[in-house]
């Protein structure tokens, strides 16, 4: 129960209400503020406020999950090593919403007849870190750089270039005096922010940065550009695709991540075999 309170503590700080909180937790609203409340008798402490529509965590509780973070995540990840996986349990995977589109989508579709219980979820990068090392997924397929000390195990997949979409002004040379504005993904995202400064150097300037690829991808459909968009996302974009200009030496690399433990587990190690046998072929 104190881990369980913890947890919906740690998920307060994040989501802001009980009802977001909820959904991410699969219980009722009343299950979040109760053990909320069992948390507060058991430490005789004030743990959360309300804040507009919102919920506040009091300096008492910031400065409680500031101290157990860290090794709550580890608790966690522990706790899901050890439950015991059969072929009816699901088995979380946290995936990129793009590689999922652009490179996963078939595999999934061929993996779910033999394994039906796979559970997908999509994030970003960040996110889905998380989620593997406090084990609230099993196995991670992420988009970007990862940052140090990310504490799992992490397999390069694919480095996978960049495109631009929707230029008009293919044939020209590329320089910083130029400085093109280009639309892009959200570049202050950890995972993306080491593009910025390749893009300065080949003089590409992001004027417009969005949260989602599915609405780079429209906007590139309706020939708004350039639009800086990775090499699987290509084919969702139809004739503006085939007709996307690479940029040498620009690329995000793609990472397979698991706690250490979890490959000792059949199930898990068959598919992350099936995803390395996925990105070994010839595209």
Do not use: W
């Amino acid at each position: 129960m104190l881990l369980e309170g913890l947890e919906t503590l740690s998920l307060l700080a994040s989501e802001g209400t009980m009802a977001k909180v909820a959904s991410r937790l699969y219980i009722s609203q009343s299950a979040v503020s109760k053990r909320i409340n069992q948390l507060e008798s058991r430490l005789g402490k004030k743990l959360i406020e309300p804040d507009g529509r919102q919920i506040r965590l009091t300096p008492q509780a910031l400065e409680l999950l500031a101290r157990l973070a860290p090794s709550l995540a580890e608790m966690k990840g522990v706790l899901a090593d050890s439950q015991t996986l059969t072929d009816s349990t699901p088995l979380p995977v946290a995936c990129s919403e793009t590689l999922l589109a652009g490179y996963l989508a078939r595999f999934m579709h061929d993996y779910l007849s033999q394994d039906p219980c796979l559970a997908l979820s999509t994030h970003h990068t960040p996110v889905i870190l998380a989620r593997v090392r406090g084990g609230d997924a099993l196995l991670g397929i992420c988009a970007g750089r990862l940052p140090p000390g990310h504490g799992l195990c992490a397999e390069l997949l694919l480095e996978e270039p960049f495109y631009l979409v929707g230029d008009a002004d293919q044939g020209a040379r590329l320089s910083h005096d130029q400085g093109r504005p280009i639309l892009t993904m959200d570049l202050d995202n950890p995972s993306n922010r080491y593009l910025r400064e390749p893009l300065a150097a080949l003089g590409l300037v992001p004027s417009m940065e969005l949260d989602s690829y599915l609405a780079l991808i429209e906007l590139a459909k309706v020939g708004i550009g350039p639009v800086l968009l990775p090499a699987g996302l290509l084919a969702l974009v139809g004739e503006q695709g085939e007709r996307a200009r690479p940029l040498p030496g620009l690329g995000r690399p793609l990472h397979l991540v698991y706690r250490q433990s979890s490959l000792k587990r059949a199930r898990i190690g068959r598919l992350v075999e099936g995803i390395r046998a996925h990105f070994a072929r010839p595209a």
